[in-house]
């Protein structure tokens, strides 16, 4: 696809193929036709052809990270981006280090119930369901514990939408000479993370997320000092990041079978990205499709988790209203029926739901998902007027 070809922002995206729903998740998402359409054709995971697809996708993902020499490696793994992210802990922390978690959701309690499997030692700052960590807080942490190797992050934190301090969090950790591990999982390719921005060790992310692409493999960008020193760390043999970059650098081959079609999808993914204006193209849609969202739900009497200034442009959390007609299952079963498939919400304190802003959709979309919203309510028999949201 041209940049030409690519929908502008009163051209609306082609719809999904007949029967599909459209994917308002933080992914898998829904993807372009041309990115399914890659997936026809059967590759040789060892063949010359494929391990030119492999090489320019590390290479295509290191330059989107800012980096232009070889101090980093880009080290592709199999498997949903959890895989990664497990990997990467487990490479980055020293069996003797110990870890500070930034917490404010499902994913950052998910590393450290990671790093309980693993045996590595950490301490925690959970700041519950929508509130970010602050640089602050980070600095006297790292002053009470300077036995702290790493310090990890979720940049942005799709339990509740938020999209933490990443920038100011990054210089602190760096003044402590400390590592940082940053999961990216939900942030790379729509905002901007470029290593001479946000001085990071590790970043994490996955093919089916902001670049469009579909499941089936995570990617860790590590700094080469980290990875050589990791060599006989890993607790696995399938998560081995540095084994892996080893064959990877002297076979141009995967280790193990490679998830081929989500490998030659996700280049076809990388070409749109790169269409649409890169980084900054895609924020601006994502951005637009939030913007329209939000305003579009409180004008129905909606009201968000967060406040706007912590809002992603990735996936946005609501309150579910308090109606008693009101009952999420049905709500998203006849958003289904319409055509759109939502996320439940995974706040402990407050029922909710989640709506993202990622994938094959743009403000038009955005535009027909709030009047299926209106019809469902009505089909449900939910008065906003009569609720607190």
Request: proline share 6%; with cysteine.
């Amino acid at each position: 696809m041209t940049k030409a070809e690519f929908p502008t922002a009163t051209q609306p995206l082609a719809a999904p193929a007949l029967g599909e729903p459209y994917l308002l998740t933080p992914g898998p998402l829904t993807t372009s036709k041309a990115t399914k359409e890659a997936m026809l054709r059967d590759w040789g995971s060892w063949d010359g052809a494929f391990n030119l697809v492999t090489a320019e996708v590390r290479q295509e993902l290191l330059s989107m990270a800012g980096v232009q020499d070889d101090s980093f490696a880009c080290v592709p793994l199999q498997g949903s981006g959890s895989f990664s992210v497990e990997a990467a802990l487990a490479t980055a922390i020293p069996r003797d280090g110990k870890c500070l978690i930034l917490m404010n959701g499902a994913y950052g309690q998910r590393a450290a119930k990671t790093l309980d499997y693993l045996g590595r030692a950490y301490l925690t700052l959970d700041k519950g369901d929508y509130l970010p960590p602050q640089p602050d807080e980070v600095d006297a942490l790292l002053k009470a514990n300077p036995d702290v190797t790493n310090v990890f992050l979720v940049h942005c934190e799709t339990s509740s939408g938020i999209l933490n301090p990443l920038r100011e969090i990054a210089d602190v950790v760096k003044a402590h000479g400390k590592s940082l591990i940053v999961d990216a999982m939900s942030s790379f390719g729509a905002v901007p993370l470029t290593i001479n921005e946000i001085p990071f060790d590790v970043l994490v992310s996955s093919a089916n997320k902001c670049i469009e692409g579909i499941p089936g493999f995570g990617f860790v960008i590590i700094r080469r000092t980290v990875l050589e020193a990791a060599k006989g760390r890993a607790h696995s043999l399938a998560l081995d990041i540095y084994e892996q970059w080893l064959y990877m650098e002297r076979t141009g081959q995967w280790r193990f079978t490679p998830p081929t079609h989500s490998v030659v999808a996700f280049r076809t993914a990388l070409e749109q990205h790169a269409s649409e204006g890169g980084v900054a193209g895609r924020l601006a849609r994502y951005t637009r499709n939030r913007d329209v969202l939000v305003a579009g739900m409180r004008e129905m009497g909606f009201k968000t988790l967060l406040e706007d200034r912590w809002l992603s442009p990735i996936i946005t959390t609501f309150f579910s209203p308090e109606h008693p007609n009101f009952e999420f299952k049905r709500f998203y079963e006849e958003l289904k029926s319409r055509s759109f498939v939502i996320y439940p919400g995974k706040l402990t304190q407050a029922e909710s739901f989640r709506i993202g802003c990622i994938g094959q959709i743009d403000e038009h979309i955005v535009r027909q998902l709030l009047r299926a919203i209106g019809d469902s309510l009505e089909a449900m028999g939910v008065d906003m007027e009569q609720t607190t949201a």
